[in-house]
């Protein structure tokens, strides 16, 4: 019997910023363009972001040499400012986010379904140097504006 639950990966970091600074950041087209990439020979030229129940989101994510890219798009199902945000990729599959503040900063558990295609160690490790670019851009000094 084959089962239709997909396997779930689960990414972390810790953030250098309080919740509000963090928040901003991910969520601000103008600033996912500057982290959304997993390594240095991919971009994010464009974003798109309507955050709310039923708003759709849409970034652009290529190679910097322009060979190979797609768009990473998809639509809100739950949105907590400062806490939560839940959506479906227009794949089907479903992406959880949480943001939890304390002293020491902003931690995000960032839980995913894996596709079909891929190693589940390979988009773990694609998702999670997302996370880490994106903990990179936020403790910069000049990002925080």
Known sequence: MKTTEKTKITVRTSVQAPVRTVWKLWTSPEHIIH???????????????????GGKFKIRMEECEGKAGFDFTGVYDDVKPKQTIAYTIDDGRKVRIAFSESIAGTKITETFEAEDENPVDLQ??????????????????DSRG
């Open 35 to 53: 982290w959304n990439r997993a390594s240095e020979d991919w971009c994010s030229p464009a974003a798109e972001n309507d955050l709310r129940p």
């Open 124 to 141: 773990r490790d694609g998702w999670q140097a997302i996370l880490d670019n994106f903990k990179r851009y936020a403790e910069a000094s």
